[in-house]
């Protein structure tokens, strides 16, 4: 396996840390499952993406948003990421938000913050099943301009209960590598957090 080759070329007492980040369609929890239940991750992250065919795709969204309010905008995405806490299949819920990347200009991030109430059952969903909000800094580099979630849902989320998160880069090339998270650190900091949540195989870990 993949652990094996690692551990058996890692220097003598190193141990190696398996993190993956998984994306979730509805459509194959099971098969999700049961990859999980048959890997020794140690920290798994899952994430709802924009795929080709889905209402938020390039060649689709403005075409979706067109007549919608911005909770009819939202409810597909949204949905899909309750049912992806709600699984309980996960350390931590990535980029809460990440389809504000392909919503602009149609829907702004200035109109999200104007709808608080669309991430409440959300960040309620988070603290009952005690899953990890993530910070993630991409949306800095995008055309967001903000954390995926931003700071005041970061806010809420903390006020609602919510005890676990942690803050990422999400990058995909080697020059965006920690990129934002000082800024990401400081939404967590400045939600009244001290602590970032991680697992380390069984072990959950307060840092």
């Given at each position: 396996t993949v652990r094996e080759a690692a551990e058996r070329w890692a220097p003598d007492g190193v141990a190696i840390r398996f993190g993956v980040e998984i994306t979730y369609d509805s459509r194959y929890e099971v098969a999700i499952r049961d990859h999980l239940r048959s890997h020794e991750y140690d920290y798994v992250i899952?994430?709802?993406?924009?795929?080709?065919?889905?209402?938020?795709?390039?060649?689709?969204?403005?075409?979706?948003?067109?007549?919608?309010?911005?909770?009819?905008?939202?409810?597909?995405?949204?949905?899909?990421?309750?049912?992806?806490?709600?699984?309980?299949l996960f350390d931590t819920l990535g980029h809460l938000d990440f389809v504000k990347r392909y919503l602009v200009p149609h829907v702004t991030a200035a109109d999200l913050a104007a709808a608080p109430e669309l991430y409440e059952r959300l960040l309620v969903a988070l603290v009952e099943t005690g899953t990890a909000l993530e910070v993630n800094t991409s949306g800095l580099r995008q055309a967001a301009g903000e954390t995926y979630p931003s700071a005041a849902v970061v806010a809420r989320y903390q006020l609602l209960g919510g005890t676990r998160i942690s803050a990422g880069s999400d990058a995909h090339q080697k020059d965006a590598f920690a990129s934002g998270l000082e800024a990401g650190y400081g939404v967590v900091a400045a939600a009244g957090f001290r602590e970032l949540a991680f697992r380390r195989g069984g072990e959950r870990l307060a840092i």
């Open positions: 899952g994430s709802v993406h924009v795929y080709a065919g889905s209402p938020y795709s390039r060649d689709r969204v403005a075409g979706w948003v067109a007549g919608r309010s911005i909770a009819e905008t939202m409810a597909p995405y949204f949905d899909e990421v309750e049912r992806a806490i709600r699984s309980e």
